[in-house]
């Protein structure tokens, strides 16, 4: 039970404000007084933010590759259902169904999101724009794939998100896009793979993280509305890698 509500919560502070408050989350932001260094001390629930040594995002500066290389298996055939503005990144919920296989493991896509600047880091290397792809399986453990963008042409899919992106935080409007989180994954699926956290409070860890290496392209322009919008950056600093090892697949 208590896994089941640490889940919980982690992914609600990650899709609803408003919901993390009824978890019994503290305010938390990204400026002022609530910026991600003192995270770990605003509540007890947030202690991992500070004290835990597997924590997210990083910077992928070296790895060992798997001989075994396996693609990621990704079965993303479903719509978008709403995006939601939380004040903390504009969220596409998605419709269920949508799965990550890994490990033998079967992994359902919750929701996606959006950071600016980008969160993780390859080889020192910030991009404007990271998607975060946050699945659950059935026991409430939790795998992430990212995907970064870089400067460059205008991307129409993420064209559809932004024209129903909502202004203003607690704001949501419908969005039905067949296919959408399938389109924002690029072709060549090369990745890193780590174990890490949430990058957001409670900085829950045991969180399989993987980092496609092929970025996709977002405007100058786009990039600036979702800054706009958000009002200030929406990214946490690189956390330590310490003793982990990062595989390259």
Not at 106 to 119: N, R
Not at 136 to 144: E, F, S, T, W, Y
Not at 198 to 219: A, D, M, N, Q, Y
Request: proline residues 6%; aromatic residues 8%.
């Amino acid at each position: 039970m208590k896994r089941t509500l640490s889940v919980l919560a982690a992914i609600t502070l990650m899709g609803s404000a408003a919901l993390a408050n009824e978890h019994g989350g503290s305010h938390w932001g990204y400026t002022g007084h609530n910026t991600p260094e003192t995270w770990g001390h605003l509540s007890e629930k947030y202690h991992s933010c500070s004290d835990g040594l597997n924590q997210s995002p990083i910077n992928i500066t070296h790895s060992v590759t798997d001989p075994d290389h396996a693609p990621l298996n990704l079965d993303y055939k479903k719509g978008s259902k709403e995006v939601v503005n939380n004040g903390h990144t504009i969220q596409v919920n998605v419709e269920p169904g949508d799965k990550l296989v890994v490990d033998g493991d079967t992994f359902e896509l919750k929701q996606f999101h959006f950071h600016s600047p980008s969160e993780n880091r390859i080889n020192g290397k910030a991009f404007p724009l990271e998607a975060h792809f946050v699945h659950l399986d059935k026991d409430g453990n939790i795998a992430v794939v990212a995907v970064m963008f870089e400067e460059g042409a205008g991307n129409k899919d993420l064209a559809k998100i932004w024209a129903k992106m909502p202004e203003k935080a607690g704001e949501k409007h419908t969005l039905k896009i067949a296919d959408i989180a399938a389109k924002l994954i690029p072709e060549k699926q090369h990745y890193y793979r780590f174990n890490g956290s949430l990058t957001t409070p409670p900085c829950t860890e045991g969180v399989r993280w993987f980092v496609l290496e092929k970025p996709l392209t977002i405007s100058k322009a786009q990039v600036e509305k979702f800054q706009k919008v958000m009002g200030h950056p929406n990214n946490r600093p690189v956390q330590p890698i310490d003793a982990r090892v990062i595989v390259e697949e």
